[in-house]
């Protein structure tokens, strides 16, 4: 512990109305919230994993979206994209 956290707790125990001697049980007061805090965030968060697991997309509905994509129109627009790339890049090249 430095000095300043136990002229901190000095002051906190004068502001108090207590003995300046009295200084040790306000940083045992502040380790036991901080410890109290910390296990409430643990807590917590181990609550959240727990509570609503992700859920994986079912396989046959992934097929069932991936079979009513129109496939031909998607090839037929990134051949044209890609067509157009390449066209716009050779006119820039010296």
């Known amino acids: 512990m430095s000095l300043a956290e136990r002229q901190l707790a000095q002051k906190m125990a004068?502001?108090?109305g207590d003995s300046p001697r009295d200084w040790l049980h306000y940083i045992q007061e502040i380790?036991?919230?901080?410890?109290?805090?910390?296990?409430?965030?643990?807590s917590a968060g181990r609550k959240s994993q727990t509570d609503n697991?992700?859920?994986p997309p079912a396989a046959k509905d992934v097929e069932n979206a991936l079979g009513n994509l129109p496939a031909s129109a998607s090839y037929q627009e990134y051949t044209a994209?890609?067509?157009a790339f390449l066209s716009a890049g050779d006119s820039k090249t010296p």
């Open 14 to 16: 004068r502001q108090a």
């Open 31 to 42: 380790d036991a919230l901080n410890l109290a805090r910390q296990q409430e965030r643990r």
């Open 53 to 55: 697991p992700p859920r």
């Open 81 to 83: 994209l890609l067509a």
